[in-house]
C-alpha cells in the first residue's frame, strides 16, 4: 500500500461508522456566516443573513446523477462541524465542510481507484462555479499571484485568488491551505456574461493504486465585506492547518547586490561596522552568497557545496568567517541551492543516479549544457537539467537524501551557519526554468522520472524542504528563494521556510524599486502569518536618488517585510546610514494592509495601525512608483481605514514637519520614485503625540504607554532609545484660548549622561532626549492652561528659479514648520514639505511666473513670492546617423558582468568594452548566430538600454 493511501474497504467502515444520511434535495448545512446549500444539481454558498447565492458550484467531475449526504465531522484542525458529500458515480467524493468557527468553506475530493490497474492522475478540478456579488462582471477585479487583472480571461494564478468590488472591497476569497502532494491552481473568467471561478489541483502524475483511494489538497472559500480582511483570515487558516510558528524576524546583511560572496577580510569589516553601528538598531544577520562553493558550470552557479572555492573569497574555510560573525553577536548566514547539481561537473560523475531523468519532458535543457549536442544517453533517461537551475536533485531517491543531509550537516553544525538562503527551490520538482513566473504556466510537472514515482515531483520537494530543516535542527532559519523562478515552489514551501522570496531579482537598480513592492502586496496577507514576505534589499547606496533610498527603506518598514541590505556600509555616507536605521527593525504587527488593493498594482498607500496601547497609533505610507516623474496622490479620509473624526493632525516623517489639522482627505506630492510616511490623529482637545524620531513608523516600534492625565494635566509614556542618538517626540496642541502649554518634562531615573531639550512653536512642541547609554526611558510632560495661537506663516526668501535644458528647479528659504504651496501662472501645481521643486511639464520657448506661499497651522496662506522662468526655444536635432557595427570580436572586457552565471553566448553583459583606444559602456546581448553587439536602445529597445 503506497503513502497516503487507503484501502477501499477500510474506507466504508468509517463511512459506515460515521452518522450520516441520505437527503433529498435540498441539503442545507451552517457554519459561520455560511450556508452550503445542494440543491437541483448544485453546491450553493450563501451568507447566513441572505437567500442569496454569491457562488454556485456545478460537480463537472459528474458522469450521471450525484449523490449528496450530510454529515456530522470532527476535523482535527478545525474540530466539530457538518458536511456535505457529494458521491459520484465513479467512486470518487468531494465534500464541504463548514464549521462555526472559521469563516470559510472547506472543500477537500476524495480520489478513488475502483479498477485493476493503476489510475494516474495529471489534473484534478475541485470547483467549477457561478459568482453573484450583485454587480455587474465587469465592475470586479481579481487578485492574485498574477496581479490586479479583470476577471474575464484570467490566466490563473498559484495558490489562491480573490474576486472583489474595488468601490467596498466586497468579495470571495478562494485558497488552498494545503500542497502536500499537488499544486493548486485558481481561474477566473467570464461565461455567458457571468463570472465564474475554477480551481484545481495540478499533480503532474499522482499514482492511485488498484483499490486505493486518496484525498486531495484543501480548498477555502468565503465571503467577506473586505477582501483584505478575508485574505488576512485565509493566511491565518493556513497558518493553524499547518501549524507554523514563526521565529524571531531578523534583519539580514546580504553581500551579493554589491560583491557576489564578498571575502573573509571585506565581510568581518563589515560586521565590525554593523556590531558598533546597527546593531543597536536591531540588525541580526549576515549572509554569504553565491560564489563561496567550489564546482564548475555554464549553466548557472556552481553547485559543489561540498567545499569551497579553490583559491577563492574564503581560503581559511567557512568556518572561521561563522565563527567570527558569531563572536560579534551576530548570526552567520550562508547561500546554497540544495535541490541542484551539474552532471557534467567531475564531483557529479559519480553520481548521475542522484538526478531526476528527462523522462517525457520536452523542456531538457542538458543539450545547451554540452556545446549544443546531445549528450550520449539513452532516450528518457538523460539527467534533467533546467536552465540555470541546474541538473535537478531527485528527492525521491534515499541516495540523494543522504547526499543532502550530508551537505546541510557540513554548514549547520561543522561550519555553523544558522540561516540558510535557499536558491533555486523549484529544481526540487523536477521541472523547467520559468522565471519571472507570476501567472500560471503550465509546465513538465511530472512528465520528468523519479526513482519512486508514488511520490509526486510536490511531494518530493516537500520532502526535501523537510530534510533540510531536519538535518539543520529547530534553530535554523531558511529564507525561500525565490518563488517566481517556477511557481509551482511556492504553496508547497508553505510551513516549511520562515521566509520566501516573494518576488524576483530586484538587481540594486532604480528602475527596479518597484519589483519587491509589485509582488509583496499581492501576497501581503501571507507576511507574518505562513512567513515573512522577502521584497529583496533596501538600497539607500549613494547611486539611488535620496527620494528612491527613503522609499525602499520605508515600504519595506512600513510592511514589516523582511529587512534585508546589500553594501559596505563603511562606505555610506552618514545621511545615508541614517535613513537605513530609520527602517530597523521592523515591527512585529500583522495589522498592516493596502489601502488601494483593487485599484493599484502594486498599491499606492499602505496603513498601518497600532492598537496594543489605549492610544491608537496610525501611520501611513503614499508612494510614487514612477520613478520618472512626479505624483500627487489623493485618497479619501473615510477609506483610508482610520476612525471617523473631524479633522487629523499629523507629521511627515521624511520632511520633518507638522501637517496641520485636515479633513476629508489626505494629499501629497511626491517626487519621482518618492514617498511620504505621515503619522496621523484624530485632533484633540489635549496634548498628544503625533510622531517620534527613531523609526519611520514613529512609534510604532519604540512608545509604548502614552497617556493623557486630565487632572494632572502630564503626558506621559515610555520610549525605547538608541545610545548616543538625539530621539525626538512630536507634540501636538490645539490652538485658542483652552490649550496648553508646556511647563516641564520629566525623565524618570535621570542620569547624568541623559540630556533634555524643548522647543516650541505655536501649537507644536519638540522634545528632544539624548541618553548615552540608551534603552528605555520613563518620560512626563508636564502641561499648564494657556492659550495657543497659530502665527500668520512668513514668506519664503531668496526665491531662484533655474532652467535645466527640459525643467525648472525652484528654490527658497527659509524652512517653514508646516510646508509650502507651488503656483505656476497662479495654478496651483504642488504642496510640498521641502524647499525645492522640480516642474518637468514646461514647454521650450514659454515663459512661466512661479510663485510660492508658506502654510500656517490654521490652513492660512502667506504672501507669494514670484519668479520668473523663461525657456529656451526648442533645439533642433540633427538627422541620426547610421548604427555602427561593432563586431564582438574586436571588443576586449575590461569590466564585464551578468545577472546569473558567467558571460557567454545568449548572455546579456553590461560593462566597460574597448575597441581599439575607445571606451563604450553598455550592454551587449551576444547571440552566436548574431556575430555584432548593437547598443541594446537602438536595436532592442524593448529589452535593453544603453548605459551611456
Known sequence: MTRKQIPLPLMAAVMLSLPFAATAAPSEISGLGMNAVWQDGCLNLRRSDSDQSFLIHTDENSSGATEAVVRSVNDPTWGQGQAIRLQQPSGDQTQVTLFPTLPFAVWQRTLVNTGDGQRVVNKDSMLSAKLDLGVPPAQLKTIS??????????????????VGDPNNHRGIVCGWSTHHRGSGIVFSDVIDSQATLQARIDYGDLRIEP???????????????????????????????????????????CTWYHDGASDEQKIARNTDFVHDQLVPYGFHVVQIDDKWQAGQSQNGPRKDFSKILADGPYPSGMKKTADYVRSQGLVPGIWFMPFAGTWNDPYWADKLDLFY???????????????????????????????????????????????????????????????????????????????VNSSYQDDDLGQTTRFDPTITPIEAYAKGLDLVRQTAGPDAFFLGCCAPQNMRSFGPAMGRVDAMRVGPDNGALPE?????????????????????????????????????????????????????SSYSYYELPADRLDILR??????????????????????????????????????????????????????PLERLGVPQAEKYVGFDFWNDRFVPPFSETVAVDLKAGGCAMLALRPAQEHPQVISTSRHVT????????????????TLSGVSEVIGGEDYELRIVVPTGKASWQLKDVVL???????????????????????????????????????????????????????VDFDQVSIGWKPSSPYGYRVLRDGVSMAEIGGMSYQDGTVKFGMTY????????????????????????????????????????????????????????????????????????HAYFFARSDIQRAYSSSSIFPSLFRSAS
Not at 540630556?755 to 528605555?776: C, F, H, K, Y
Open 145 to 162: 499571484t498574477a496581479g490586479l487583472l479583470d476577471v474575464a480571461d484570467h490566466p490563473g494564478g498559484y495558490t489562491f485568488m480573490a
Open 211 to 253: 483499490q486505493q483511494q486518496v484525498k486531495t489538497e484543501t480548498l477555502l472559500i468565503g465571503f467577506f465585506d473586505d477582501i483584505r480582511l478575508g485574505l488576512e483570515q485565509y493566511g491565518d487558516a493556513i497558518a493553524k492547518q499547518l501549524n507554523i510558528r514563526l521565529p524571531d524576524q531578523p534583519s539580514v546583511y
Open 357 to 435: 531523468k528527462e523522462g517525457r519532458s520536452p523542456d531538457n535543457h542538458i543539450n545547451e549544457t554540452n556545446g549544443g549536442k546531445r549528450p550520449d544517453f539513452p532516450a528518457g533517461e538523460a539527467p534533467f537539467v533546467a536552465r540555470w537551475g541546474g541538473t535537478c536533485l531527485d528527492m525521491t531517491n534515499p541516495k540523494t537524501q543522504q547526499y543532502l543531509r550530508s551537505i546541510v550537516q557540513r554548514m549547520a553544525h561543522e561550519w555553523g551557519y544558522e540561516y540558510f538562503k535557499m536558491d533555486g527551490l523549484w529544481t526540487g520538482t523536477g521541472a523547467k526554468l520559468l522565471y
Open 512 to 564: 527596479r524599486l518597484v519589483r519587491g513592492p509589485l509582488f509583496s502586496t499581492r501576497v501581503f496577507f501571507l507576511n507574518k502569518r505562513v512567513w515573512y514576505n522577502d521584497p529583496d534589499p533596501v538600497y539607500v547606496r549613494p547611486s539611488f536618488p535620496e527620494p528612491m533610498a527613503q522609499t525602499s527603506v520605508s515600504w519595506t518598514a512600513l510592511t514589516g517585510s523582511l529587512h534585508s
Open 582 to 635: 530609520r527602517g530597523l527593525p521592523s515591527h512585529t504587527l500583522k495589522t498592516v494592509r493596502p489601502v488601494d488593493y483593487l485599484e493599484n498594482d502594486p498599491a499606492q498607500i499602505w496603513l498601518l495601525t497600532d492598537e496594543r496601547d489605549p492610544v491608537r497609533k496610525d501611520v501611513v505610507g503614499l508612494f510614487n512608483w514612477d520613478i520618472s516623474k512626479s505624483a500627487k496622490l489623493e485618497y
Open 698 to 713: 514613529q512609534g510604532v516600534v519604540d512608545l509604548r504607554n502614552e497617556h493623557w492625565d486630565d487632572a494632572t494635566a
Open 748 to 802: 524618570a531615573d535621570l542620569t547624568d549622561t541623559t540630556e533634555m531639550t524643548a522647543e516650541l512653536s505655536g501649537p507644536t512642541v519638540r522634545v528632544r532626549i539624548r541618553s548615552a547609554a540608551g534603552g528605555q526611558v520613563r518620560w512626563s510632560a508636564q502641561f499648564e492652561p494657556s492659550e495657543v495661537r497659530a502665527e500668520h506663516p512668513e514668506p519664503v526668501n531668496e526665491l531662484e528659479a533655474t
Open 849 to 920: 511666473d512661479y510663485a510660492v506661499q508658506t502654510r500656517g497651522w490654521d490652513g492660512q496662506w502667506s504672501e507669494a513670492r514670484h519668479v520668473t522662468a523663461v525657456m529656451p526655444k526648442q533645439v533642433e536635432t540633427p538627422e541620426q546617423p547610421p548604427l555602427p557595427q561593432v563586431f564582438l570580436s574586436d571588443l576586449k572586457p575590461a569590466k564585464s558582468s551578468t545577472g546569473w552565471g558567467r558571460i557567454g553566448i545568449d548572455k546579456s553583459s553590461r560593462g566597460i568594452f574597448r575597441s581599439g583606444q575607445d571606451r563604450k
